[in-house]
């Protein structure tokens, strides 16, 4: 993806006993991606989403149009 590392977390509000998502919003600014992967496996696969589409994910959680899980 990039030479520069990424900085991986996860919501503070991700204490569901191991089913979150990890992000890398460190490379949003300069490589216009933020890098998303499975908390469970860090060694796995990694999606890559420009910020447009990652910050209209976002919305969409936020308002709801994801239904509960």
Do not use: I, Q
């Amino acid at each position: 993806m990039t030479s520069e590392s990424p900085r991986w977390f996860t919501s503070s509000y991700s204490n569901n006993g191991g089913n979150c998502v990890e992000v890398a919003a460190n490379l949003a600014v300069a490589h216009n991606v933020v890098p998303v992967r499975d908390s469970k496996v860090s060694g796995g696969p990694v999606l890559g989403l420009s910020v447009d589409s990652f910050t209209s994910f976002v919305a969409g959680v936020k308002a709801g149009g994801f239904g509960a899980v």
